[in-house]
């Protein structure tokens, strides 16, 4: 569905990025690892073309990126962000209903067919209950909902998310991640997710991709990448790799220096 090839990126001097080159199927849960600086979060802006790469080039479906307008970019591949800020309390239906921007004509009025797409993505989230809510008013778990629902209001085949579970409780990141998961096996949409935890990534994903320095250090299944030597190496740090007793997923410990 994806494809990356030798992509580079810098925004002053410096590469952020550095000859990147993989490919997401359709129906996968991709994860993207790596310290902070390593170039997450900029790699998901260019799959979303909201950067341009310095060098290389992204074909979605075989057609390169640069040559899709944004209109069908953004009905076809949907973004959360790590934070997302509106300027205005907005409800929780009027902020599900921006999804549906890149499919409205000049006029830009909801139809009730977008109405319909609308509260069908709040029912998946089930936040339909609270639609008329203020966006102000809501917890941070409630958020993250109401903004993936906003993305599948977009019916995109692709959802890409940036840190999605960063300032969230264990209870809501589980929450989130199981609703992510569902809709990945039951509505194949296709997941590329930027995350700091790596036993998350561990435990949702399909395959992984580890930065480091702006290049891609290991890719392959949780099993392939998430190893002691590969971890210590990139992170700069002692940890413990052992197998998650009920998944058998690979997990990471830390480990105190000296201890």
Same mark, same amino acid.
């Given at each position: 569905?994806?494809?990356?090839h030798?992509?580079s990126?810098?925004?002053?001097?410096?590469?952020v990025?550095?000859?990147i080159?993989?490919?997401?199927?359709k129906?996968?849960f991709?994860?993207?690892?790596?310290?902070n600086?390593s170039g997450?979060?900029?790699?998901l802006?260019i799959l979303?073309?909201?950067?341009?790469p310095?060098?290389?080039e992204i074909?979605f479906?075989l057609?390169p990126?640069?040559?899709?307008?944004r209109?069908d970019?953004?009905?076809?591949?949907a973004?959360?962000?790590?934070?997302t800020?509106l300027?205005?309390?907005f409800s929780?239906?009027e902020?599900?209903?921006m999804g549906r921007?890149?499919h409205?004509g000049?006029l830009m009025?909801e139809?009730?067919?977008?109405m319909?797409?609308?509260?069908?993505a709040?029912?998946w989230?089930?936040?339909?209950?609270?639609?008329e809510r203020?966006?102000?008013?809501?917890?941070?778990?409630?958020r993250k909902r109401v903004?993936i629902?906003?993305?599948?209001?977009?019916?995109?085949?692709?959802i890409l *998310?940036?840190?999605?579970?960063a300032n969230l #409780?264990i209870h809501?990141q589980?929450? =989130?991640? &199981?609703?992510?998961?569902t %809709?990945n096996?039951?509505?194949g *949409?296709?997941?590329?997710m930027?995350?700091? #935890?790596?036993n998350?990534?561990?435990? =949702?994903? &399909?395959r992984?991709?580890l %930065?480091?320095?702006g290049g891609?250090y290991r890719?392959?299944?949780p099993?392939?990448?998430?190893?002691?030597?590969?971890i210590e190496?990139v992170?700069g740090?002692?940890?413990?790799v052992d197998?998650?007793?009920?998944s058998?997923?690979p997990?990471?410990s830390?480990?105190?220096?000296?201890?």
């Amino acid at each position: 569905m994806i494809e990356v090839h030798s992509v580079s990126f810098r925004y002053h001097e410096n590469w952020v990025l550095e000859n990147i080159s993989f490919r997401v199927e359709k129906g996968e849960f991709v994860g993207v690892i790596g310290p902070n600086g390593s170039g997450k979060t900029t790699l998901l802006k260019i799959l979303y073309r909201l950067l341009s790469p310095q060098k290389g080039e992204i074909l979605f479906e075989l057609v390169p990126m640069k040559k899709m307008d944004r209109a069908d970019i953004a009905k076809r591949i949907a973004v959360v962000a790590q934070e997302t800020h509106l300027l205005f309390p907005f409800s929780v239906l009027e902020t599900v209903l921006m999804g549906r921007s890149p499919h409205l004509g000049h006029l830009m009025f909801e139809s009730e067919k977008d109405m319909e797409i609308a509260k069908k993505a709040m029912e998946w989230t089930e936040i339909l209950p609270f639609s008329e809510r203020s966006m102000d008013e809501l917890s941070g778990g409630e958020r993250k909902r109401v903004f993936i629902a906003r993305a599948l209001a977009q019916e995109p085949e692709v959802i890409l *998310l940036d840190e999605p579970t960063a300032n969230l #409780d264990i209870h809501h990141q589980m929450d =989130f991640l &199981d609703l992510i998961l569902t %809709l990945n096996r039951e509505k194949g *949409l296709t997941i590329v997710m930027a995350s700091h #935890d790596i036993n998350i990534a561990s435990e =949702f994903c &399909d395959r992984l991709i580890l %930065l480091r320095g702006g290049g891609i250090y290991r890719a392959g299944t949780p099993d392939q990448v998430i190893t002691k030597e590969n971890i210590e190496n990139v992170y700069g740090c002692e940890v413990w790799v052992d197998q998650n007793p009920f998944s058998g997923m690979p997990r990471i410990s830390l480990l105190k220096k000296g201890g």
